[in-house]
């Protein structure tokens, strides 16, 4: 039987694919579980141990996993930033035929799910050519490559491009507070826990498009992709500057609809009203990550917003002349934005209108 396309692109794909396996000290995870169980509930001392038969001759246990692909021969490999986000936890490699290398973390986009690891080869390792993820169509076929559920490496399912520029609010964990995920590749290409940080590839040209981040618990067959560009853009920064440089702004919003103008009694129904009140994770659409969890003043002091003249309750309406909304919001203006870059906002306050340029921090 002659080789198909995919099973070409398959057995191109595969070896640049690699397994994350996460580990932690025991005594560290026991003392974090504890730390999570409420005081009113007692629980028998046992159930709070980890068994003695999971943990290594190093005392540490194995926690999660996930996936990665290999972009440069001399070991650079892309993950998403919720696989390496624990910095006290310890990153093992394991290459499709079981090679294995401990990981150093490279760089985590502050706003994007994508990580930078590296690990140090013997030899040169074969990589993935990235493609453009701006030329996706609906439809195209695409194949997911991951260690699906931690356990079975090397796997790999079909599908196709399902939605474009897809928002969703996810949790890297239970216990972690949502973040909203823009622009995302939507794929009915199975997408299991432990696949996250593989890549999505076309079908048929083998270029990855995106890296699987995410599923959607209770549906069927909806998954969804961080598109590459992202990905290209942190590697071409920390090849520049040894780090992700992403553009600061300064302010929580909510994206302004005809729902919040008649709640709130607004004057306009498109816009983003800057606020540090959190409101509930519905009327959140975005909010600058460094401060979601502690937000209390919409603007922070200081930054390019405040120095720009933006203020608490005010609506900003436009970015460089275009509307603000739920269509495209100022997350995904920023998105084509640099560190220093210029930007003119038309903000209402009250019932008057003005112009705000804002010169675009370093996120540090």
Same mark, same amino acid.
């Given at each position: ?28 995870? #026991? ?21 003695r ?106 599908g ?27 794929t ?26 995410a ?20 590697? #071409? ?43 509930n ?6 909010h ?33 002349? #275009? ?13 084509d ?28």
């Amino acid at each position: 039987m002659h080789d198909t396309a995919i099973v070409k692109t398959v057995k191109k794909t595969i070896p640049a694919v690699i397994s994350i396996i996460i580990s932690k000290d025991a005594r560290a995870v #026991e003392k974090e579980l504890k730390a999570s169980i409420p005081t009113s509930l007692k629980l028998p001392e046992e159930q709070t141990k980890i068994p003695r038969e999971a943990i290594d001759a190093r005392g540490m246990v194995k926690i999660g996993g996930g996936s990665g692909f290999i972009v440069e021969k001399s070991g650079i490999i892309l993950t998403n930033k919720h696989v390496i986000a624990d910095a006290s936890a310890e990153y093992t490699i394991f290459d499709s035929v079981g090679e294995k290398y401990e990981a150093e973390v490279l760089a985590r986009d502050p706003i994007n799910d994508v990580a930078i690891i590296k690990i140090k080869p013997k030899k040169d390792l074969p990589i993935l050519r990235l493609g453009d993820s701006t030329k996706i169509q609906l439809g195209e076929e695409v194949l997911a490559f991951g260690n699906a559920l931690g356990i079975f490496r090397n796997t790999v399912s079909r599908g196709i491009v399902s939605g474009l520029s897809r928002s969703i609010a996810a949790q890297a964990d239970p216990t972690a507070p949502p973040q909203e995920m823009r622009g995302l590749i939507q794929t009915d290409a199975a997408i299991n826990p432990g696949n996250s940080g593989g890549p999505l590839v076309d079908s048929e040209t083998g270029y990855v498009i995106g890296i699987n981040a995410a599923l959607l618990f209770g549906a069927q067959n909806i998954g969804f992709a961080i598109p590459i560009n992202h990905a290209k853009r942190d590697l #071409e920064d920390l090849a520049e500057f040894d780090h992700i440089k992403r553009p600061l702004l300064g302010i929580s919003y909510i994206t302004v609809d005809e729902n919040l103008k008649s709640r709130m009694n607004l004057g306009v129904d498109y816009g983003a009203l800057v606020t540090g009140e959190m409101h509930n994770h519905h009327d959140v659409l975005e909010h600058d990550p460094v401060h979601r969890a502690c937000a209390r003043s919409g603007v922070i002091k200081d930054s390019p917003a405040y120095k720009a003249g933006v203020r608490e309750k005010d609506i900003i309406l436009e970015c460089e002349g #275009e509307k603000i909304g739920t269509e495209k919001t100022i997350q995904d203006f920023l998105e084509d934005m640099k560190v220093g870059d210029v930007i003119k906002f038309k903000v209402l306050r009250g019932k008057k209108e003005f112009e705000a340029k804002v010169v675009l921090a370093e996120r540090k």
